[in-house]
């Protein structure tokens, strides 16, 4: 196999057999050693950061394509901390999706003037560009249509995906009595059909969950929900 | 009359017969003495600048009267730089929406990734909040819907108005050979009948101008306007 990409959190290789190998690292996004799941900076290593992640995410995913959600998940290798993924395009040079419940994170930072913190919005999705020296700017629907970046039918599709996606998470998360305020996904092109489906992961490391109003860091989440 | 606001360009004042009285001032936005329509301070002052900013307000507010498109316009005074509008109502504590025609300013910043310097944009909208304390950050459809700012409905008027207002500047530049690039507008709802409709000005200090290549300052605009 071959080494092709070295990711904030995770490296990347290419097999023979034209699929993908994620290998999970302890390294976390965040800022000043303190975990934020949408800061553009390895922010600090956690020991078993990568395998909590990686377990959440085989729990997920082998739980949406049993739901007949797409996603590239093929299977997982929680010894070696990897994960075999089918090949996908992403959209431009990649977009993050994030689909929130409360108002928390850059939502606030961005809309504080209209929102409380803490406030509950309506499965609220909205898309970001993955442009670390831009700071990840938000872009519209028109925005993504126009820059040929993601076609308006795409958009829809997107943005259902997201909503019914998030909805599942955060229904697991509620059987365990954590509530889920905020989530991000990446989604790409399969390869060989061209459907839309979910990649990258599904962590700790991704979303904001909470307990009791207490929020609850990556380590902990995967524990209250695999083992809890 | 009453004086009610101080704004960065204009003193508005509250008429004993309900409608608002705008006064131009000479100061216009910008960063450290240099002119930018998209910035949040008070960047200098230029001699003539208000009369200037008036004159062609007048000039297009009529001309979109006369389409029958609403304005909040009733009448100006040029020797004492004021204007006369109808009462409105913000949408939320305001909103400025951007036509785009080619990639420059804050286009460019958020989505260099993907836009070069100039390149042509299809007379793409979009939506800021007004927040000088959180940069006026861009706002999607969605939320404007879901923060209660802007129905989907009122979204859809609102952008439809702003690409013909537009475009109606558009074609009178281009009668003197002058190239609209982007334009900033501000929109109300009508008090009396909640119609939606054009509040503010249009002048040099809202857009950005061309020709043959070169950016045309607010002043030396209204010159070629109005009697080039």
Redesign the interface.
């Known amino acids: 196999m071959k080494h092709i990409y070295t990711g904030k959190t995770k490296n990347v290789y290419e097999l023979e057999d034209g699929n993908y190998l994620l290998e999970f690292k302890d390294d976390v996004t965040g800022v000043d050693g303190v975990f934020d799941p949408g800061a553009n900076t390895v922010g600090l290593t956690i020991e078993g950061a990568g395998l909590a992640g990686l377990k959440l995410t085989k729990y997920f995913f082998e739980l949406l394509n049993e739901k007949g959600i797409p996603t590239h998940f093929i299977e997982a290798d929680i010894d070696k901390k990897t994960m075999k993924v089918k090949p996908a395009e992403t959209f ?2 990649g977009l993050e999706v994030i689909c929130r419940f409360r108002a928390v994170g850059s939502f606030l ?7 409380q913190e803490g406030q509950p ?2 499965a ?3 898309v970001t ?1 993955k ?1 670390d ?2 700071e990840d ?7 993504l249509d ?4 993601l076609s308006k039918a795409e958009y829809k599709v997107l943005k259902e995906l997201t909503q019914k996606i998030a909805g599942i998470v955060k229904e697991e998360l509620a059987k365990k009595g954590i509530e889920l305020y905020d989530i991000k996904f990446e989604f790409g092109r399969d390869k060989e059909t061209n459907e839309i489906m979910l990649i990258d992961e599904i962590s700790g490391g991704n979303m904001r969950a909470y307990k009791n109003g207490e929020y609850i860091e990556p380590l902990e989440l995967e524990k209250l929900i695999l083992e809890g």
Chains 1, 2 share one sequence.
């Open positions: 431009g040079k930072r961005r809309y504080g003037l209209y929102a919005l309506d609220f999705v909205e560009i442009d020296e831009r700017p938000p872009i519209s629907e028109d925005a126009m820059l040929g970046i």
